[in-house]
């Protein structure tokens, strides 16, 4: 099993739609959980974490916890064709040399006309 | 604050030639990062380090060193490039470690023919 699993995609939604992303992680410990967007041939850029079981909200975007479950989901409200990137995810997994950020490969979105 | 900056941004190399990836930060992080990320895969950690003079191995070294003689500055050195080397590397910093948030650099695109 991979540490952090993500759908390769791509998903693709219509424009004002709901995207639904998900991520799966091993560690039943893990505490922190990040989103990141990344354009073509760019860095990441953070969009939200997420500390707490429940849901956090930014603007468009809410972040989804589960740790009983082992799940966290990122939905991005009325989506636009500029939401179109892969979102990594990435989480806190204790390794031998501690704690350790490690992604997921990405989900490509892509928001059409 | 310019945050993470990265030198050169695009770069191609022989096989067997040496070169220094420039990574600095402006934020007075500790913690800095180096990751590499390969076509459909995740990020993966070359090295870090938690302060200057202190250094570690992440999940990929092999054929690498790094060096950290200040909080600002944490070179990424590659020496004798092979083809595997191939990749785009992305340098982070974050305040604290463990669970906080990793702030990425540009990149650097390098190939290695």
């Known amino acids: 099993q991979k540490e952090v699993e993500q759908n390769s995609g791509p998903l693709s939604v219509p424009e004002g739609a709901i995207a639904s992303l998900n991520c799966t992680y091993s560690?039943?410990?893990?505490?922190?959980f990040f989103w990141y967007r990344q354009y073509s041939g760019k860095s990441p850029e953070l969009i939200m974490f997420?500390?707490?079981?429940g849901d956090k909200e930014d603007g468009r975007f809410t972040a989804q916890l589960n740790k009983a479950s082992q799940y966290v989901s990122l939905l991005i409200r009325d989506s636009q064709p500029s939401d179109s990137a892969t979102y990594l995810c990435?989480?806190?997994?204790?390794?031998?040399?501690?704690?350790?950020?490690?992604f997921g490969t990405g989900t490509q979105l892509k928001v059409e006309l | 604050n310019a945050g993470v900056t990265q030198t050169p941004k695009f770069r191609i190399l022989k096989i067997g030639q040496s070169m220094t990836l420039q990574c600095a930060q402006d934020?007075?992080?500790?913690?800095m990062y180096w990751y590499r990320q390969d076509p459909g895969m995740g990020l993966k950690l070359i090295y870090y380090?938690?302060?200057?003079?202190?250094?570690d191995k992440g999940e990929v070294p092999n054929g690498y060193n790094v060096s950290r003689s200040t909080t600002e500055d944490f070179p990424l050195r590659l020496e004798l490039a092979a083809p595997s080397q191939t990749s785009v590397y992305f340098c982070?910093?974050?305040?604290?470690?463990?669970?906080?948030?990793?702030?990425f650099g540009p990149g650097t695109r390098l190939t290695v023919l």
């Open positions: 380090s938690v302060g200057a003079g202190i250094t």
């Open positions: 982070a910093s974050s305040r604290l470690a463990g669970s906080d948030t990793q702030y």
């Open positions: 990435a989480v806190y997994i204790l390794t031998g040399g501690g704690n350790k950020l490690t």
């Open positions: 934020m007075n992080h500790n913690y």
């Open positions: 560690d039943r410990g893990s505490q922190s």
């Open positions: 997420i500390y707490s079981n």
